[in-house]
């Protein structure tokens, strides 16, 4: 906005100028016609105190009256009174006869003249404004008026102290309109003059301001060719070591300043000697400049991707928030740099050997983050290549952990590895279930039952949780239908995460597994962590609605966990809030999670939603639940995650409750 504005300010000032000329100008010919009409009017009076009235009173506006002595001495003195002026053209005298026509009495032209007009003559150039002025008797000003005559500017006054029931008489003066004319231009050539002369030095300012732009830019061009060529790569256009230097420290100065962590990828071609040796120089160019497209297109707009020298590139990742953020930049770099790369006419595979460091993990300043990554790139090429390496030891080991659970998630869709358990919620009041959460398990056939807390996260991280929670969500839906027969109306609930909500189709999809189970839609409650709930404010919120409106219930899961806002969850259409486990696990020593359960459990009675305790394990949270309000719980003290066998046995039996201390229960279960 502020450039547009600096390009066209010119335009503005200059247009501004011509108007502010143009409005003087116009002020200037006005004023200088009153003032010139204001003169005439003076002249006019004066020349009406020179006429012998006395005279004029013996004068009827009659043929005859130029054989009077009286018409020859007031004629002379308008001939006197004309000549006196060289602008003046016409002087003459009118009189209104009683039949209302405006007739001359006297004027100053010689009888010879053809413009001459005989004592009687109609005057009929009479306007509506000179009628008015034998009428009122104020002076006036006519014209310019073009007639017979030519073109004038009249000034019209009366018989200065007429007697009374006399005809009143008119004097009657003409300028001709050409000095008129020539009194107004020569008023506007001073305004006239000073707009152009602005409007030529406003020019020279233009010109003046554009050639020293043009030189300005000129030399800010220069100055960054020049930076350019001392900070860029002059093959493939990449910041070059001083660059990237100059990048480092200010990604550390940032990370530092807001606690935040920075990472750097230590890149190095493999068998780029055998590409360079065999083809040439030129063709191992290419490939490096082929190398560096690519390298750009794979990191965001604010990473940075530099050359050092030879094969080595190092992309910096000013900020990191999650430890497997340069892992997942690395394998895209080693999938995409594994693909062939075709120059000319060949087409060559290269692989690549990436080192990554942290800041402040690895090292507390440049040149020592660039040494911990490059460690790690060698390390990389020791590992076998084509690989990538942590700085840090135990990031590797994290790393590789990761690595296999993501590839054994994989396999386990596939293989039909995941199982899932029930675990009830039991209403406090009667002891009995009101509804069923469903857990979902994995077994890996060597690792065995692998933890949630191991595989949910990698899940989510990865984007498989989407397929992994369509799958439970319609196992679910089809194990409620089932054990609707031993428990009707017991509602089944599932957890889905926040890919799921934002996937196209999710409604469809939901609506697809309650027609083909033939679950209800009452009888599924969809669980949302308050996280999730958070994420979707601005998209999901119109999809939870319209869940709810289809008669889908929803429940905000781990509540107290996140940051959601009040004024929000009182627009949610949520039916359960359920207190995570951490404040009911410290509830009974700690007065501070005591206040926090009461405050939750008061907040969703005022909101009108269920509210159910997670993670109860003893007769004593159970009490202090019961007295606080709480409608329902869930935990060991009831039951465990169960097969479905087991649940539908148990709702079959009628469910025999043992409410004593559970055993120490299994916390990875």
């Known amino acids: 906005m502020l450039a547009r504005l600096r390009t066209i300010w010119p335009g503005v000032w200059g247009l501004a100028g011509v108007l502010a000329g143009a409005a003087l100008t116009v002020q200037s010919v006005r004023t200088a016609d009153t ?8 002249e006019a009076r004066l020349m009406a105190r020179a006429v012998d009235w006395r005279d004029v009173a013996a004068l009827r506006g009659a043929a005859d009256d130029v054989a009077r002595p009286e018409y020859r001495r007031v004629k002379h003195k308008l001939e006197a009174l004309r000549t006196a002026g060289s602008r003046y053209r016409f002087a003459y005298l009118l009189t209104r006869t009683p039949d209302g026509v405006v007739r001359f009495l006297v004027e100053s032209e010689p009888q010879a003249s053809p413009d001459y007009s005989p004592p009687g003559m109609a005057y009929a150039e009479a306007t509506p404004a000179l009628h008015r002025l034998f009428d009122d008797g104020v002076a006036m000003t006519e014209g310019p008026e073009a007639d017979r005559w030519g073109v004038w500017v009249s000034a019209l006054v009366t018989e200065p102290e007429p007697p009374a029931g006399r005809l009143p008489v008119v004097l009657g003066v003409d300028v001709d309109a050409r000095d008129w004319r020539r009194a107004l231009i020569q008023a506007a050539m001073l305004p006239l003059i000073g707009t152009l002369a602005f409007l030529l030095l406003t020019g020279l300012f233009v010109y003046a301001r554009a050639r020293n732009r043009a030189e300005h830019e000129r030399l800010k061009s220069s100055e960054e060719r020049l930076y350019v060529q001392a900070h860029h790569d002059s093959l493939t256009g990449l910041p070059n070591q001083r660059l990237l230097a100059d990048r480092m420290q200010q990604a550390l100065t940032h990370a530092h300043r807001m606690e935040k962590r920075a990472a750097i990828l230590f890149l190095d071609l493999d068998r780029f000697k055998n590409v360079n040796d065999s083809l040439g120089h030129a063709m191992g160019d290419a490939l490096l400049c082929t190398v560096a497209e690519r390298l750009r297109a794979l990191v965001r707009e604010d990473d940075t991707v530099a050359r050092l020298g030879g094969d080595e590139f190092v992309i910096l990742l000013p900020e990191v928030r999650h430890d497997d953020d340069p892992r997942h930049v690395a394998e895209k770099i080693i999938d995409e740099l594994a693909r062939p790369i075709k120059i000319g006419d060949q087409s060559v595979s290269v692989g690549v050997s990436v080192g990554i460091a942290f800041y402040p993990d690895d090292a507390l300043d440049t040149p020592g983050w660039l040494a911990c990554a490059d460690r790690a790139m060698y390390a990389a090429k020791d590992g076998g290549r084509n690989t990538f ?9 994290r790393a590789r952990e990761r690595l296999a659970i993501e590839t054994g998630l994989r396999q386990a869709l596939a293989r039909g590895e995941f199982h899932l358990h029930y675990q009830p919620v039991f209403s406090l009041a009667g002891g009995t279930p009101v509804g069923v959460e469903a857990l979902a398990r994995w077994k890996h056939p060597e690792w065995g039952w692998v933890s949630p807390a191991r595989f949910i996260p990698v899940a989510e991280d990865s984007g498989l ?22 428990a009707p109306s017991l509602p089944v609930m ?12 999710f409604e469809a999809q939901l609506a697809a597994v309650l027609r ?5 839609p009452a009888l599924l409650e969809l669980e949302l962590t308050e996280s999730t709930i958070m994420q979707e404010t601005l998209a999901g919120s ?20 996140g940051y959601s806002s009040l004024a929000y969850l009182r627009q949610l259409a949520a039916a359960r809030l359920k207190i995570d486990r951490s404040f009911v696990a410290d509830m009974c020593d700690d007065d501070e999670a005591h206040a926090i359960v009461a405050s939750m459990v008061g907040m969703a009675r005022a909101l009108g939603l269920k509210v159910t305790a997670e993670g109860v394990e003893s007769v004593a949270q159970r009490a202090l639940l019961t007295a606080l309000g709480c409608d329902d719980a869930q935990g060991y003290l009831f039951a465990r995650p169960m097969e479905e066998a087991a649940l539908q046995a148990c709702l079959e039996s009628g469910w025999p409750m043992d409410l004593s201390p559970a055993s120490a229960p299994d916390k990875t279960a």
């Open 389 to 397: 390496q942590f700085a840090d030891p135990l990031q590797n080991v």
């Open 542 to 561: 119109a999809v939870l609605q319209r869940l709810a409106e289809e008669g889908t219930r929803l429940a905000i899961d781990d509540f107290g966990t």
């Open 465 to 486: 949780i989407v397929a992994l929670g369509e799958w439970i969500l319609a196992e679910a839906c089809r194990a409620a239908h089932r054990w609707q027969a031993f």
């Open 494 to 505: 599932v957890n889905v995460s926040a890919l799921q909500l934002r996937r196209p189709g």
């Open 516 to 520: 083909d189970s033939g679950l209800p």
């Open 35 to 42: 003032s010139l009409r204001a003169q005439w009017l003076t």
